[in-house]
């Protein structure tokens, strides 16, 4: 039994989640586990209501469930920033949600921008540090508001959170690279950085990713990548990609476009991940106001993030089994992954999931 908080969230969020929801629920079925759901409100109408966003006892409450779905956040009557920070960091940050876990996985049928490039060759993950860098909101400004003003925002590391972080990557480089899966001769890690310009806190991560390369991962081959040279092989080659591991900024910027490499962010999902902790579970897709309420929004992206979550509690074979589904209804089904062109409804693309996992 698994106790899961839902938080549908914003715009087509709650339209999504009840995909992903559904089938979680024909997996806990086929597969004999079961899901404890408990619904939650935050998000931008209860900001409106209520003036907030993720409050401390919300926190606690979170607490006690052994995964979060998340749908999205973000609201067209709530200036930028607020709902973000206040729901989605904050529950990151508190729950230390360290990792954020971004699978770049081309799916059969999924039409892909790259020129003569298929599913066999965008299959990689990015480990995107999710706790510190630019993010930790360290600094400020002087002369506010003159024409001397001055703004700083510091990317913060301590050695402790690139550890934990190149941890995780090397751990799962190792179990779900591409050797481990049949896919390669190697599992290898890449490590994404600008140690050329930003020589502290890309030192720091690179001395770090050696050390432990060499004295506790000799089976993982290592790479090095500089972020703007990442971005170009992304594009170019991205068959050279298995694991990428990188800090938070960098991983954002490299994880929209991998959400476009592997065909959009009606299929984009993530998993921000406290390995010793609750996790959350997201598409990447945002709130997509224009669509909302209408039932054409692509769900894969709300299912695959479900899918993750069942990896991420142990479930494997559940969740081979969500995965297979997918595909077949990416490769054998859909006629687009863009909202109102799928061939189907919002809850029929649901339902051709869950019934492919029943089966
Ligand atoms: C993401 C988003 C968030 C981030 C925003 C909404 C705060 O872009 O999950 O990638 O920057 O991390
Ligand atoms: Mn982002």
Known sequence: MYKIAVIPGDGTGPEVTVEAVKVLKAAADKFGFKVDLTEFDFGGERYKKTGETLPDSGVQELRKFDAILLGAIGHPDVKPGILEKGILLKARFELDQYINLRPVKLYPGVPCPLKDKGPEDIDFVVVRENTGGLYTGTGGFTMKD???EVAVQSAVYTRHMVDRCLKYAFEYARKYGKK???????????????????TYVYDLWERAFN??????????????YHVDATCMWMVKNPEWFDVIVTGNMFGDIITDLGAMVQGGMGIAAGGNINPEGVSMFEPIGGSAPKYTGKGIINPLAAICAAQMMLETLGEDAAAAKVEDAVKYVTGEKLESMQAGKMGYSTSEVGDLVAEKVAE
Not at 187 to 192: D, F, G, R, V, Y
Not at 211 to 224: K, N, P, Q
Request: aromatic share 6%.
């Open 146 to 148: 003159t024409p001397h």
């Open 180 to 198: 481990a899966r049949g896919k390669g001769k190697n599992n290898t890690l890449a490590l994404c950085g600008k140690t050329n310009v930003l």
């Open 211 to 224: 050390e432990m390369g060499e004295s506790e991962y000799a089976d993982i081959v290592r790479e090095y």
